[in-house]
């Protein structure tokens, strides 16, 4: 007589419904869960890890189900994945946008593939008499697709405040021109020009002081112009200018 023994494993089939890799711990080893046949009793615990398929581009898990279980049946764990890009902000200055409508504060992060982004051109005050203007933005609006960098190009001004009786003139970056009180690019380089003013043929303005008269813009300035009154007097048939005092 023989006796024949013969010995029997139970297993399950796990079904696993994802996008991306999936790792678990099964039986304590860290390992790719995919799906197969798995041996009753043993302890599947999936693991929530971020899956970066390429620079800039990953998947982020949302929701696992059921997260860990043991063996017991055939079962299917499902897993939801969000893809998200990366959107690095190349600017000076804070940016603003409508993110999918809403105004917020646009920083470099991880964005929902599918999010719609414009761009806001803001003019940025950082301090009193000092300002950032935008030239320019690179993309204006974009859907988020890839991984992308906004650029946003911005010019420093400093306001400059002319104070003063009568119209000035001054040599700005060369050009002579009128200068009143307005914003000026950095770095401008500013000659105030001692002119008269007449204000008909009897009567004139005469500056006696200007205050800075030549320099390069780096803050907010105040230009103080100071003038005498004249008056065009005839005296036996000499005309002559006289100041006048009140």
């Known amino acids: 007589p023989s006796t024949i023994s013969v010995k029997v494993l139970l297993q399950f089939y796990i079904k696993v ?28 615990t999936v693991e929530n890890i971020t899956y970066y398929p390429s620079t800039g581009e990953r998947y982020v898990m949302t929701s696992i189900t059921p997260s860990s279980l043991v063996v017991s049946s055939p079962s299917t764990i499902s897993v939801s994945v969000l893809q998200q890009f990366y959107i690095k902000v190349s600017s000076t200055i804070p940016v ?36 950032y203007v935008i030239v320019s933005i690179s993309p204006r609006s974009l859907v988020v697709n890839s991984p992308t960098v906004v650029r946003v190009s911005a010019i420093l001004q400093y306001f400059v405040k002319v104070v003063s009786p009568i119209p000035v003139k001054a040599i700005i970056n060369g050009s002579l021109v009128y200068i009143n009180s307005s914003w000026i690019n950095a770095g401008t380089t500013i000659v105030v020009k001692n002119c008269t003013y007449y204000i008909n043929g009897e009567e004139r303005c005469v500056i006696v002081s200007v205050t800075p008269q030549a320099f390069t813009l780096a803050k907010p300035t105040t230009i103080n112009i100071k003038t005498q009154k004249q008056y065009l007097v005839t005296i036996n048939g000499v005309s002559t200018c006289l100041l006048y005092t009140s």
């Not at 996008?19 to 390992?31: D, M, Q, R, V």
């Not at 504060?105 to 982004?117: P, V």
């Open 96 to 131: 603003y946008a409508l993110v999918n409508g809403t105004n917020t504060t646009l920083t470099s992060g991880w964005y929902n593939a599918g999010t719609r982004i414009e761009v806001e051109n803001i003019t940025y005050y950082p301090a009193q008499g000092e300002r």
């Open 17 to 44: 419904n994802s996008e991306i890799p999936l790792y678990a711990l099964i039986n304590g080893t860290n390992t790719t869960l995919t799906s197969g046949w798995y041996n009753a009793g043993t302890k599947i």
